[in-house]
């Protein structure tokens, strides 16, 4: 938690500091922690600037999400926030496989955190119960750790539509796409990638939009505000690679449709730079579309015809 809040001031947010460590073992079984606040991605501060929203969507990077974009592997890690997490960061956690959750009980007292209070309690919580993330608020002074949710010894969450998983041997050049075998065959938007681990094994991944892990269709919550409990196909894609140690090659990530302006700016942040994506005009809002014209203006993304 002290390296989080060593680095919380180096945020170059102007009002929103934030700062996350995550820390676990890598597949070789050696410690790592590494520490991260929220931040814009170069190209997004040089190209469009700080003030911009891409679509709906802020220009940043949570430094939760940065943790596990960082991490050699997030699976079972533990992340340590000044902050209480967002949903859709928290979504991002589940999807990561992240276990263990610890928040600076100072962050519960900011401002912008007592505003967004509901989104807290009444999705991010509601999220990690669902995944199995047990969360603890951390007093640093008084050395003390108090259980905001344990999660029962054994519990497993439910995965509706599992990620889609295969050893690629094909070959990577442009048709990789008709060479997919794709499980997602019923007319559901759905975004694929290779991927490759630190051996240069490749796989092919894929996704199709999804709740929250440990929900189903059936179950979801309803929303409040403006956040949803579904995690869009790239955000899988992306925070599977994640949990697993995998890189997404830049070159080889594919799209049904025009993903969301969140899910754009998380594929900056996670150094994709082309997209091939099947259907251009459809999108699940205008944003999505919006934030694809000012990445592509920009230079900062390609669409791959
Ligand atoms: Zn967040």
């Known amino acids: 938690m002290q390296q989080a809040v060593d680095i919380v001031d180096d945020s170059p947010h102007p009002t929103n500091k934030i700062a996350a460590t995550i820390a676990g073992k890598d597949k070789d079984g050696k410690d790592f922690s590494l520490s991260r606040t929220n931040f814009w991605p170069d190209?997004?501060?040089?190209?469009?600037?700080?003030?911009?929203?891409?679509?709906?969507?802020?220009?940043?990077?949570?430094?939760?999400?940065?943790?596990i974009l960082g991490a050699p592997v997030s699976e079972n890690a533990a992340l340590?926030?000044?902050?209480?997490?967002?949903?859709n960061c928290m979504k991002n956690i589940a999807e990561a496989q992240?276990?263990?959750?610890?928040?600076?009980?100072?962050?519960f007292d900011k401002d912008w955190v007592k505003r967004n209070e509901d989104d807290f309690e009444h999705m991010s919580m509601r999220i990690a119960e669902h995944a199995g993330i047990s969360v603890y608020e951390i007093w640093r002074k008084e050395e003390k750790l108090v259980p905001i949710l344990e999660v029962p010894e054994g519990y497993a969450p439910v995965i509706e539509k599992p990620l889609q998983m295969?050893?690629?041997?094909?070959?990577?050049?442009?048709?990789?796409?008709?060479?997919?075998?794709?499980?997602?065959?019923?007319?559901?938007?759905?975004?694929?990638?290779?991927?490759?681990?630190?051996?240069?094994?490749?796989?092919?991944?894929?996704?199709?939009?999804?709740?929250?892990?440990?929900?189903?269709?059936?179950?979801m919550d309803t929303p409040e505000g403006k956040y949803s409990f579904i995690l869009q196909p790239i955000n899988r894609l992306i925070m599977s690679a994640a949990r697993y140690g995998f890189k997404i090659d830049a070159e080889y990530l594919y799209s049904s449709r025009v993903p969301t302006a969140r899910e754009l700016v998380n594929m900056v942040g996670a150094s994709v730079t082309k997209i091939h994506i099947d259907d251009k005009e459809d999108s699940r809002d205008e944003n999505g579309l919006k934030a694809l014209k000012q990445l592509t203006d920009a230079k900062i993304l390609n669409v791959e015809q």
């Open 43 to 67: 190209d997004i501060r040089e190209k469009i600037g700080t003030n911009t929203k891409i679509g709906n969507s802020s220009g940043t990077i949570h430094a939760e999400t940065a943790c």
């Open 98 to 107: 992240i276990k263990t959750l610890y928040i600076d009980h100072k962050g």
């Open 80 to 87: 340590f926030v000044t902050d209480p997490p967002c949903p």
């Open 166 to 219: 295969e050893s690629h041997k094909g070959n990577t050049d442009k048709n990789w796409i008709a060479s997919l075998s794709l499980a997602m065959t019923n007319n559901e938007p759905f975004a694929a990638a290779i991927a490759h681990d630190k051996l240069g094994n490749r796989y092919t991944l894929s996704a199709a939009a999804h709740p929250a892990i440990g929900y189903t269709s059936q179950s």
